[in-house]
């Protein structure tokens, strides 16, 4: 059943007729020769010079032979004049008094061309000197209003509809735009810097077989072909390694990954992630790597290092704070995890107020007791080392402490951004961290991987060189550089439930026309009403409340009414 249709887009839908009527193709199909945008029109400006652009119409002000008009493209906002008799200088008006004051509406999509020039008050504009509708807008933008107060009524501002209809945020909440340019200056910064060093960005799969690389749990598909199971990426960790073992020397993946997790204000089941694995290195060397990475970052996205994100003001400038896991719990808890076994850390957790269950190992009994009690103390840039082997199944051990890995993390503002390790190359302990993820998961930890990557493995025996890896949360880390305390507002298109749609409900004379309609497709008004056998107020009422849904629609062809479903 068709969505109702409110007056405003009812009006616009008898506009497109007019136009139509009036030989005037509402989505011409030819290209539109764009020479100017607004805002080098506006920076370079030059008296009487000729430009040709296109945009929305977002403000029209009609007052008798000469109106004012506001344009939108893709850089910002200029103003253009139109003047009647300029765009009709001949006897014929109708191009200005029809086709520009009536049927054109906020939100078109039009192409002018004209000549540059300074209203009496200083405004750079465009005189038209003729313009094509290039796209009809059925439905009206919300655009909001200042009462004499200086109250802001009808923004758009209600977040989940903002995100469900990220094309009108974009539109009319310009500074929304801002933050997705400065996204891609991220990743071209972050690429560039790859690029100058050396590496080279590649391609790993998405579905794979196995999902390895990381503990989170998976989505799962089926492949009918091969009739098996396949699961959307978690990581792409284990085929970047692959390529270390092929004999590249330095390999980074931008990565869509997948987790099935929880969604909130910082997490969205489908992310994008950096991935990055340069052989001969240890993660001291990435340490030093990352600090460089993001002071290039930073500057390249605001032109600074420091930023602010909510109250807090965080400076990216190099070096950052180096504090083991270890001392971080001792300094928040007091609590020492050093030689401690699995039951002394699940007491320690639970004195500490921690909800922990007997599913959880060692190391997510650590990383528990370091989530609730140390993460958020972190607001600057800190690296958090040496975390203990539990935690870390592709991480090397610690070349001084067998009970520790060569493994950081990045917090800011509380948050991890970025993870990096000194990559364990043995196979054959390799193969032991996985059968203890095994374990882990017949123990019930619905994180751990249950499954071995046998051919990972396999690569390894054919020798990987010492190599360091980071993985960083390009998502979270936008949000600190464009201060957006959630992650749906640095995506496009974030998850979200399903849209409910209201449906029209019809009351039983509207029900009775509209079953007929649906079979007949299309009838004289007359035959129809005859049809049904209402008295003339009944009738009345319910065709006019049927095309008011916008499930009907009533034409006159020649003297005859003609209703057509919709």
């Known amino acids: 059943m068709s969505q109702e249709l409110s007056e405003h887009e009812i009006q616009r839908r008898q506009t497109l007729q007019q136009l139509r009527d009036a030989g005037i193709d509402p989505y011409p199909a030819a290209l539109y020769p764009v020479t100017d945008y607004s805002t080098s029109i506006k920076n370079n400006f030059e008296e009487g010079k000729t430009v040709c652009l296109a945009g929305r119409m977002m403000s029209q002000r009609i007052m008798g032979k000469a109106s004012f008009a506001e344009l939108q493209d893709s850089e910002g906002r200029i103003q253009v004049y139109f003047n009647r008799d300029e765009l009709c200088p001949g006897e014929d008006k109708s191009i200005y008094n029809d086709f520009f004051k009536k049927w054109l509406d906020l939100g078109d999509f039009i192409g002018v061309k004209g000549e540059v020039f300074k209203t009496q008050v200083g405004e750079v504009s465009v005189n038209v000197k003729e313009f094509t509708l290039l796209s009809k807008s059925l439905k009206p933008l919300p655009f909001p209003r200042t009462d004499a107060e200086g109250v802001v009524h009808d923004a758009f501002t209600d977040p989940e509809t903002r995100y469900r209809q990220r094309y009108v945020d974009l539109v009319v909440n310009p500074q929304v735009k801002e933050v997705f340019?400065?996204?891609?200056?991220?990743?071209?910064?972050m690429r560039n810097f790859f690029n100058d060093a050396g590496y080279m960005e590649v391609e790993t799969p998405i579905l794979q077989a196995i999902p390895g690389g990381a503990s989170a749990r998976p989505f799962i598909t089926h492949h009918n072909a091969l009739d098996i199971p396949l699961y959307m990426r978690i990581a792409n960790e284990l085929y970047l390694k692959r390529l270390i073992v092929g004999g590249f020397d330095g390999v980074y993946e931008f990565s869509k990954n997948f987790r099935n997790e929880g969604m909130d204000r910082t997490h969205n089941p489908e992310f994008t992630a950096m991935e990055i694995y340069v052989s001969?290195?240890?993660?001291?060397?990435?340490?030093d790597f990352t600090e460089r990475l993001l002071e290039h970052c930073a500057t390249a996205v605001n032109g600074t290092t420091?930023?602010?994100?909510?109250?807090?003001?965080?400076?990216?400038?190099a070096p950052?704070?180096?504090?083991?896991?270890?001392?971080?719990?001792?300094?928040?808890?007091?609590?020492?995890?050093?030689?401690?076994s699995e039951d002394e850390l699940r007491a320690a957790a639970k004195g500490m107020g921690i909800p922990v269950d007997d599913t959880m190992g060692k190391g997510k009994l650590i990383d528990e007791i370091f989530g609730e009690k140390c993460e958020?103390?972190?607001?600057?840039?800190?690296?958090?080392?040496?975390?203990?082997?539990?935690?870390?199944?592709?991480?090397?051990?610690?070349?001084?402490n067998p009970e520790l890995t060569e493994r950081f993390e990045l917090m800011v503002c509380g948050k991890?951004?970025?993870?990096?390790?000194?990559?364990?190359?043995?196979?054959?302990?390799?193969?032991?961290?996985?059968?203890?993820?095994?374990?882990?998961?017949?123990?019930?930890?619905d994180e751990a991987n249950g499954l071995i990557d046998q051919d990972f493995l396999r690569a390894l025996e054919y020798g990987m060189p010492p190599t360091s890896?980071?993985?960083i949360g390009m998502d979270r880390l936008i949000m600190y550089l464009t201060n957006n305390p959630s992650i749906q507002e640095v995506l496009f298109f974030p998850q979200m439930r399903p849209e409910k749609v209201s449906k029209v409900v019809?009351?039983?004379?509207?029900?009775?026309?509209?079953?007929?309609m649906q079979r007949e497709k299309k009838m004289e008004l007359l035959s129809l009403k005859e049809s049904v056998n209402l008295s003339n107020k009944a009738w009345d009422t319910s065709i006019k409340g049927l095309t008011k849904h916008g499930l009907l629609k009533v034409t006159k062809i020649d003297e005859t009414l003609t209703v057509d479903l919709v």
């Open 506 to 516: 019809l009351n039983e004379n509207e029900q009775l026309i509209f079953d007929i």
């Open 306 to 317: 420091d930023c602010t994100f909510n109250e807090h003001k965080i400076s990216f400038k």
């Open 181 to 189: 340019v400065k996204r891609t200056k991220l990743f071209s910064a």
């Open 280 to 287: 001969y290195k240890d993660y001291n060397w990435m340490m």
């Open 469 to 471: 890896g980071l993985g």
């Open 416 to 445: 991890e951004i970025a993870n990096a390790y000194s990559e364990l190359n043995d196979p054959i302990d390799q193969r032991e961290r996985f059968e203890d993820q095994v374990r882990l998961s017949e123990k019930g930890d």
């Open 376 to 400: 958020g103390n972190y607001i600057q840039p800190t690296f958090i080392t040496d975390y203990p082997k539990e935690m870390s199944p592709l991480c090397k051990t610690h070349r001084e």
């Open 320 to 340: 950052y704070k180096r504090v083991t896991m270890r001392q971080s719990i001792i300094d928040f808890t007091g609590f020492d995890i050093d030689g401690k």
